[in-house]
C-alpha cells in the first residue's frame, strides 16, 4: 500500500471517535426517549378512556357540520385560494361544500357541477336555509353573471357569484356565528319534464343539518384532562376539528439550525400512531365518533440535552473531517516529496555521464531531508570514485611511460648486442610484450578522454541518408560486400557528421570482424510517415551473442568472442558507439538474429524536422 493510503486509513480512524460516542450517547437517548413515549402514550390512553367514559354517560357531543377556523376574513372575490385549507363536506357528487369561521362570523364556499347556461329568473338558483331550532331562515340565490350578488333579497346574506366551466361556485358571508343548523341546496331547471335538486334536499324540503357548536361544559372537562404543557385536539375522522385545547406555552427554538437538520435525521420516529421530534410528542388515538391528537412538549432540560449533545457530536465530525483533510494534504505533500526525491535519483546520471549531486529537499529539517542529504554524500563519494576511475587510465599511462621506455632502451641494447640463438628468442618475446603493454596504456589513455572529447564536439544538421550512401562504399573489401536500402526521404538529425561517421565505423568493423568471409553486411534506414523517428539496422551473419552477455556488450573492456581480428583491442568499440548515439540523443542496442544466425545492431532517435524544413 502507498504511503498516502497508509496515511489516509489512519487519518479515517480519526472519524471513530465521533462515531463510538454518537453511538453511545444515541443509545443512552434512544432509551430515555422510549421512557418519554410510554409515558405519553399511556397518558394518551388515560384521556382515550375519559373522553369514551363521557361519551357513554352523557349524549355523544361530536355530531354535525364542524366550522373550521380561518386564519383571516374570507374575500368574496371568486378566488378560493383561502378556501383550500378547509375540509370538504359532499352531500351528492354534484355538489360540496366548506364552512369556515372567522372570530365571530362563518363563511359558506358552495361549488355546484351544473352545465346549464339559462339566463331566466327564478330557474337555476342556490338555496341557503339557516337559523336555529325554531327559527329557519330561507335565502334563494339566483345564477347570474360574474361578480357580487346585488340582490336585496338575499340580506344579510353576501355572496360573490362565479362561474366555471363546469358549473359555478359561490362564496357567502353568514350573518350569525350561533347558527346550529345549515341547509344548502342547488336547483337544476336544465330538464324538460322536473326540476332536479342537489344538496341537502328530500320529500320536497330542504333539510336541515347540525352545525356544530362548542359545548363549554364539555371544554371545561377537556380542559381538566389536559396535562399541563400539552395539546389536546379531537376531531372527526375527516381531521375536522371539534375541540382544540392547547396549555403549550414553550415556543420551538428555530435559531439553532444545526439541530433542526440533524435531529429528524438521527432522532425522529412516526410509529404506532405516534410522531416524535425534538421539543414534542404527538399521540393518536380513536375514540368513539372521532379520534384525540395529544401533544406533549418535552421538558426544557431534555431540550437542551440534546442540542448539546447534537452541537458535540457536529463539531467532533466537523473536527474529524478537518483532521482527514489535514492528513490527506500532508500523505500527498510527503508523497510528492518522496516521489520527487526518487525521480531526481532515476535521473542523476545523465546522457554525458555526469553525475548531478543535488538532490530536492536538501535544507529539509526532517526524515526525508536526512535522506536527501545522506544520497548526496553517498553520490558525492561516488563522484570522486568515477573521477579516479576517469583520470587512472592517463594517470597509469603517464607513470608506466618512464619504466616502458627504459625497458624498451635496455631491450634495443641488448638486441645490438652478439647472443645466443636462444637467448635472442626470449629477447624478441619480451619484446612484443613490452609493445603490448605500450598500447594497453594508450587505450587507456584515450579511453579517459574519450567521453570529454565527444561531448566537446560542435552540432549542426547534417543527413544521415547521403552519410551513409557516402560512407558505405567505401568500407567494402574483397571478403565483405554491404547491401544499403536507404530512406526515400532526408532523414536530418541535429550532430555531428564525423562522429556519426565514427560510430558507424566502429559497428561495420565489429561486423567484418565476426562476419563469415563472402557473406554480405546488410545496412537499412528507415524513417516513420511523419518524418518524426528514424531507425538503424546493421545486421551481419555470424556466431550469436549469448544471452546472458547481452546487456554488457556497451560495456567498456569487455572482450569475449572467440573470433578476432587481426588487431588487438581492449573491447571499446561498441562503448564509443555508445557514447556517440548518446551524443545524438539515441538508443543503440544489439540483439542476436536467426535464419540466418547473426547479430543485429539497431539505432534509433528522432530526426531534427526544424532544421529540415529551413533545409
Known amino acids: 500500500?502507498?504511503?498516502?493510503?497508509?496515511?489516509?486509513?489512519?487519518?479515517?480512524?480519526?472519524?471513530?471517535?465521533?462515531?463510538?460516542?454518537?453511538?453511545?450517547?444515541?443509545?443512552l437517548n434512544l432509551s430515555y426517549q422510549q421512557n418519554l413515549l410510554?409515558?405519553?402514550?399511556?397518558?394518551?390512553?388515560?384521556?382515550?378512556?375519559?373522553?369514551?367514559?363521557?361519551?357513554?354517560?352523557?349524549?355523544?357531543?361530536?355530531?354535525?357540520?364542524?366550522?373550521?377556523?380561518?386564519?383571516?376574513?374570507?374575500?368574496?372575490?371568486?378566488i378560493s385560494d383561502e378556501w383550500q385549507t378547509l375540509p370538504i363536506y359532499q352531500p351528492d357528487e354534484h355538489i360540496q361544500f366548506r364552512l369556515g369561521r372567522?372570530?365571530?362570523?362563518?363563511?359558506?364556499?358552495?361549488?355546484?357541477?351544473?352545465?346549464?347556461?339559462?339566463?331566466?329568473?327564478?330557474?337555476?338558483?342556490?338555496?341557503?336555509?339557516?337559523?336555529?331550532?325554531?327559527?329557519?331562515?330561507v335565502k334563494h340565490i339566483n345564477r347570474q353573471a360574474e361578480g357580487p350578488v346585488n340582490n336585496r333579497a338575499i340580506s344579510p346574506l353576501k355572496a360573490y357569484w362565479h362561474e366555471t366551466a363546469h358549473g359555478y361556485t359561490a362564496e357567502i358571508q353568514l350573518?350569525?356565528?350561533?347558527?346550529?343548523?345549515?341547509?344548502?341546496?342547488?336547483?337544476?331547471?336544465?330538464?324538460?319534464?322536473?326540476v332536479n335538486h342537489y344538496g341537502h334536499y328530500a320529500d320536497n324540503n330542504i333539510q336541515l343539518k347540525a352545525v356544530f357548536q362548542t359545548i363549554q361544559q364539555w371544554h371545561q372537562r377537556l380542559s381538566q384532562i389536559t396535562p399541563d404543557n400539552a395539546r389536546l385536539v379531537i376531531t372527526d375522522k375527516q381531521n375536522r376539528v371539534y375541540y382544540d385545547i392547547n396549555k403549550i406555552t414553550a415556543q420551538t427554538d428555530s435559531s439553532d439550525w444545526l439541530t433542526n437538520v440533524l435531529y429528524p435525521l438521527i432522532f425522529a420516529n412516526n410509529n404506532n400512531g405516534s410522531h416524535h421530534n425534538l421539543d414534542r410528542q404527538i399521540i393518536n388515538h380513536s375514540v368513539q365518533g372521532g379520534r384525540i391528537s395529544l401533544t406533549l412538549a418535552h421538558p426544557p432540560a431534555h431540550r437542551n440535552l440534546i442540542r448539546t449533545f447534537i452541537q458535540t457530536i457536529g463539531w467532533l465530525f466537523a473536527i474529524a473531517l478537518l483532521l482527514l483533510l489535514l492528513f490527506s494534504g500532508y500523505a500527498a505533500l510527503l508523497a510528492w516529496r518522496i516521489r520527487r526525491l526518487s525521480r531526481q535519483l532515476r535521473h542523476v546520471l545523465d546522457d554525458s555521464g555526469?553525475?548531478?549531486?543535488?538532490?530536492?529537499?536538501?535544507?529539509?529539517?526532517?526524515?526525508?531531508?536526512?535522506?536527501?542529504?545522506?544520497?548526496?554524500?553517498?553520490?558525492?563519494?561516488?563522484?570522486?570514485?568515477t573521477d579516479y576511475l576517469k583520470q587512472l587510465g592517463s594517470r597509469l599511462s603517464h607513470e608506466m611511460k618512464t619504466p616502458i621506455g627504459i625497458i624498451q632502451s635496455s631491450l634495443d641494447n641488448v638486441n645490438h648486442s652478439i647472443l645466443p640463438e636462444a637467448q635472442q628468442g626470449f629477447i624478441e618475446r619480451a619484446s612484443r610484450a613490452n609493445h603490448r603493454l605500450k598500447f594497453i596504456l594508450n587505450q587507456l589513455s584515450a579511453l579517459s578522454q574519450l567521453q570529454q572529447a565527444i561531448n566537446d564536439n560542435e552540432r549542426w544538421p547534417f543527413d544521415l541518408n547521403a552519410l551513409l550512401s557516402d560512407l558505405l562504399p567505401a568500407y567494402e573489401t574483397q571478403q565483405h560486400s554491404i547491401r544499403y536500402q536507404g530512406s526515400q526521404h532526408a532523414v536530418i538529425l541535429d550532430g555531428n557528421v564525423d562522429l556519426m561517421?565514427?560510430?558507424?565505423?566502429?559497428?561495420?568493423?565489429n561486423a567484418f570482424d565476426f562476419s563469415p568471409p563472402n557473406k554480405a553486411i546488410e545496412v537499412k534506414l528507415s524513417a516513420d510517415k511523419n518524418q518524426q523517428n528514424y531507425t538503424l539496422h546493421i545486421r551481419n551473419q555470424g556466431p550469436t551473442i549469448p544471452p546472458e552477455k547481452l546487456s554488457k556488450v556497451f560495456d567498456s573492456l569487455h572482450s569475449y568472442r572467440e573470433q578476432k581480428s587481426g588487431h588487438g583491442h581492449l573491447g571499446i568499440g561498441l562503448y564509443v558507439a555508445q557514447l556517440i548515439a548518446r551524443f545524438h540523443h539515441a538508443d543503440i542496442s544489439l540483439n542476436n538474429q536467426s535464419h540466418p544466425d547473426g547479430v543485429v545492431v539497431t539505432l534509433s532517435g528522432s530526426c531534427d524536422n526544424e532544421a529540415s524544413l529551413n533545409k
Open 1 to 27: 500500500m502507498k504511503l498516502k493510503w497508509q496515511i489516509g486509513t489512519i487519518a479515517l480512524l480519526s472519524l471513530s471517535f465521533p462515531i463510538l460516542m454518537w453511538l453511545t450517547l444515541s443509545r
Open 38 to 78: 410510554t409515558s405519553g402514550q399511556q397518558q394518551a390512553r388515560l384521556i382515550a378512556n375519559s373522553v369514551e367514559q363521557y361519551l357513554t354517560d352523557f349524549d355523544n357531543p361530536f355530531t354535525g357540520i364542524v366550522p373550521q377556523m380561518l386564519a383571516s376574513p374570507a374575500q368574496l372575490n371568486g
Open 102 to 137: 372567522y372570530q365571530q362570523g362563518l363563511y359558506l364556499w358552495v361549488s355546484v357541477q351544473d352545465s346549464s347556461r339559462l339566463n331566466k329568473p327564478n330557474q337555476d338558483r342556490l338555496s341557503i336555509a339557516y337559523g336555529v331550532a325554531n327559527n329557519i331562515t
Open 175 to 194: 350573518p350569525d356565528s350561533q347558527i346550529t343548523r345549515l341547509g344548502v341546496v342547488a336547483t337544476d331547471a336544465n330538464f324538460a319534464n322536473h
Open 354 to 385: 555526469t553525475i548531478h549531486k543535488q538532490l530536492p529537499s536538501m535544507k529539509a529539517g526532517d526524515e526525508v531531508g536526512d535522506l536527501s542529504r545522506d544520497l548526496h554524500q553517498l553520490l558525492a563519494q561516488i563522484d570522486q570514485y
Open 501 to 509: 561517421a565514427q560510430l558507424l565505423d566502429k559497428v561495420i568493423e
